[in-house]
């Protein structure tokens, strides 16, 4: 089959792109409702907690430490003992101890909440994906490299969940940890509450600015990273080719300036990374020291302007406010981070098949197998065509070989009549109607395939004979087994089968995809060089089994090894994406053209082959 251009994924360029993403991306958590909101109550109830803490402090001061310490100053200058009241002491700290034991509640709670909506969503994005894998036709996968759909649904749908979920607490935290905080702040004392006020916007632009750039430089390096590994491997790979055309000084130069353009924006993302937490410090610390110095003058003034107590909770809320702020940023950074992986992941949930069932499809009932290519046309690119104006019949009950150059269209044929890929022009008639115009499901279960690497899933033996017919019998797998000349599996039906078949060998993995063939009854059998994988005895062993099963239905067979297809009614010999020869085997034979002279080719090979093994053999003796 032609070169099919890789999949170019889809990128969000408008510069509000963020908010379409993150707005699709809450859809999922907030369908579920209550365990959203739970989550959200829960991580402000943790916030408004944290906030609480400078306010009881400044309370235990102002009503508990002061005045005991004024009393127990008197008392001194009098001459007299102090009598200490602890009932003031112990009221706070009871206080205090209540206020944490709310937020232990809050944290276990809203940890909780964010594991469930974590793994809910994961699930659900998960399910989507693979539901429209499942949906999606195969010029997809001809697009898709199999690497990049398992990304989609491991590493990208666990950072976007992630991001929705314990990143989304930064979010929460920080905005109520603010607001609280600003809000005790302005009732208390507004004139101190402006210095902090004002030192937000700075903070969240350096947070802002320098979150950005670490991920670039990031961002950079990974993807330098990727294509060093891959200049490594490669020129290893290649050393040979590299020495022969000496090529080892030009190859080391280039894998140079890959790793130093590495080795630059690595430095530049560990070099924002240290001096982000710094400048944060420094502008946090900057406001709190103007608030110590506007404060204690307050506290100093006549008459006192605050108290020692809200003095020592306003630089308690100087210093921490730039925290909910650095994770804010976190969260902006890391939304910036997922928005390719969660663009990924809604690109393939929005992806429509390419095949679709016209409004109103009919469906087939029984299908005898008479298959019709009506001036057909197709190309996988408008400049390369595959097949132009073919017209073939192709009879109930028939058997026909495709067979010819690799790339000349027998593959695209084949995957035609199974509606994989619909014609580009004319029309296909399945039993004299247009496929187009009956469902894709009613076709494809009477459609029986087996390719070249025929594909086990993690199972047992009768469970793969079984699978597209879970309610068979034995009985009825034995049957199909049997038919394919694969009798000695009747033994081992419980066997374990690894995924893909990797216990068994070549021949064994064929014979089962046979039976699995056979067991769904169809009426259409295509085989693409369904032994092209297998060695000569096997193929020999298991050329009885093809023969039982494409007698009595419509089978195409493309066949790379033409002394495998001589019993088939017809063969055609496909050339440029026309039919160059059409005949049977004597028939072919007889015209001496392209066909005679390749299976001549082919004989001549397998008989030099013969002879040498059985040279091998006699000296072996």
């Known amino acids: 089959m032609e070169h099919i251009q890789q999949y170019q994924e889809k990128e969000f360029t408008g510069k509000g792109a963020l908010w379409p993403f993150l707005k699709r991306l809450f859809t999922y958590s907030i369908k579920h409702k209550r365990w959203f909101w739970s989550f959200v109550i829960s991580v402000m109830v943790v916030a408004v907690s944290d906030a609480l803490f400078p306010l009881i402090w400044m309370y235990f001061i102002d009503n508990a430490i002061t005045p005991a310490a004024k009393m127990y100053w008197e008392a001194k200058q009098q001459g007299l003992t102090p009598q200490v009241n602890y009932g003031q002491l112990w009221f706070y700290i009871g206080l205090f101890f209540a206020n944490a034991v709310v937020q232990v509640i809050g944290v276990f709670f809203f940890i909780r909440f964010a594991g469930y909506i974590e793994e809910t969503v994961m699930y659900e994005l998960r399910r989507e994906m693979f539901g429209r894998l499942q949906e999606l036709s195969f010029s997809y996968y001809d697009k898709s490299a199999t690497g990049w759909l398992l990304s989609r649904i491991t590493s990208d749908s666990q950072r976007v969940t992630e991001l929705l979920s314990w990143g989304f607490v930064e979010v929460v935290w920080g905005i109520t940890m603010i607001i609280a905080c600003l809000g005790a702040m302005l009732f208390y004392n507004w004139k101190l509450a402006l210095i902090v006020l004002g030192s937000l916007p700075v903070l969240f632009g350096i947070s802002i600015k320098i979150r950005l750039l670490i991920l670039n430089y990031s961002r ?35 894998f140079t300036r890959l790793s130093d353009q590495m080795r630059i924006a690595s430095y530049k993302a560990a070099y924002y990374t240290a001096m982000y937490f710094p400048m944060v410090i420094l502008v946090g610390s900057a406001a709190a020291a103007l608030v110590l110095l506007a404060g204690a003058n307050m506290v100093l003034a006549v008459p006192v302007g605050i108290s020692i107590g809200t003095l020592t909770a306003f630089f308690s809320y100087a210093t921490q406010i730039f925290l909910p702020i650095v994770d804010i940023s976190r969260f902006y950074a890391q939304a910036q981070g997922s928005l390719s992986a969660g663009e990924r992941i809604f690109s393939l949930i929005d992806e429509q098949p390419e095949i679709q069932d016209q409004p109103g ?7 005898e197998g008479d298959i019709l290519f009506e001036n057909v046309g197709f190309y996988y690119h408008p400049d390369k065509p595959v097949l132009q104006n073919l017209n073939l019949h192709i009879k109930a009950g028939q058997s026909v070989a495709l067979v010819g150059p690799t790339g000349h ?51 047992t033996i009768a469970g793969n004979v079984k699978y597209a017919r879970p309610d068979a019998a034995d009985k009825e797998v034995i049957e199909a087994l049997e038919l394919v000349g694969a009798g000695f599996f009747t033994n081992r039906l419980s066997e374990k089968v690894e995924s893909g078949g990797e216990n068994l060998s070549m021949g064994e993995r064929q014979l089962i995809s046979f039976a699995r063939a056979i067991l769904a009854q169809p009426r ?44 088939c009614d017809r063969i055609l010999l496909i050339q440029n994406g026309k039919i160059a020869e059409d005949g049977n085997h004597m028939q072919l034979m007889n015209q001496r053209g392209q066909y005679y002279r390749l299976y001549t080719k082919q004989l ?17 003796e």
């Open 220 to 254: 950079k390096a990974r993807k330098l990273n990727s294509e060093i590994t891959a200049a490594y491997s490669e020129h290893i790979n290649g050393i040979e080719v590299n020495k022969i055309t000496t090529q080892e000084t030009r190859v080391s130069h280039e």
């Open 604 to 620: 001549k090979h397998e008989v030099a082959t013969r002879n040498i093994a059985e040279e091998e053999e006699l000296l072996a």
């Open 409 to 459: 269209g027998k593959s695209t044929i084949a995957n035609l009549i199974c509606r994989f890929y619909e014609p580009t022009e004319g029309v296909i008639y399945i039993d004299g109607e247009n496929y187009t115009a009956k469902t894709q499901q009613s076709l494809h279960q009477q459609l029986g395939v087996v390719l070249q690497t025929p594909h086990l899933f993690e199972g």
């Open 524 to 567: 259409i059998l295509i085989m693409d060089e369904a032994t092209s994988s297998i060695d000569t005895l096997t193929e020999a062993r298991i050329q009885q089994g093809i023969e039982h099963m494409i007698a009595g239905r419509t089978s195409v067979i493309i066949a790379h090894r033409l002394s495998t297809i001589k019993h």
């Open 361 to 367: 499809a009919g469906v087939f009932n029984q299908i």
